[in-house]
């Protein structure tokens, strides 16, 4: 059973920098793809940014481009989200996410984390 727990959320000023974590248990996560969403109230869940677990091939949202970095250790079966420059829409609960195959784009995730909150005030 895969299991994907979450860690590193918080609040902090805009401008500042959070990195969320993600480890991963359950499987070998090597022909996965994993990846970052979010979820602010009243608006629809989106992907933030997603890696490739076997060659680290990365891909980001516009939104984020630039200013987040998506990255995995593979010993340690854990994700990172590094986070900075932080703005206060980028307020969100993000939750980790993984899904067998090579693809960064798509969009159906099987295996979720119970997500974080991340909150960047003004």
């Known amino acids: 059973q895969v299991q994907l727990v979450e860690s590193g959320g918080g609040l902090v000023q805009a401008g500042g920098s959070l990195r969320l974590s993600c480890a991963a248990s359950g499987r070998t996560f090597s022909s996965y793809t994993m990846g970052w969403f979010r979820q602010a109230p009243g608006k629809e869940r989106e992907l933030v940014a997603a890696i490739r677990w076997s060659d680290g091939s990365t891909m980001y949202a516009d939104s984020v481009t630039g200013r987040f970095t998506i990255s995995r250790d593979n010993a340690k079966n854990t994700m990172y989200l590094q986070m900075n420059s932080l703005k206060p829409e980028d307020t969100a609960v993000y939750y980790c996410?993984?899904?067998?195959?090579?693809?960064?784009?798509?969009?159906?995730?099987?295996?979720w984390g119970q997500g974080t909150q991340v909150t960047v005030s003004s």
């Open positions: 996410a993984a899904r067998a195959g090579s693809s960064l784009v798509a969009s159906l995730y099987r295996y």
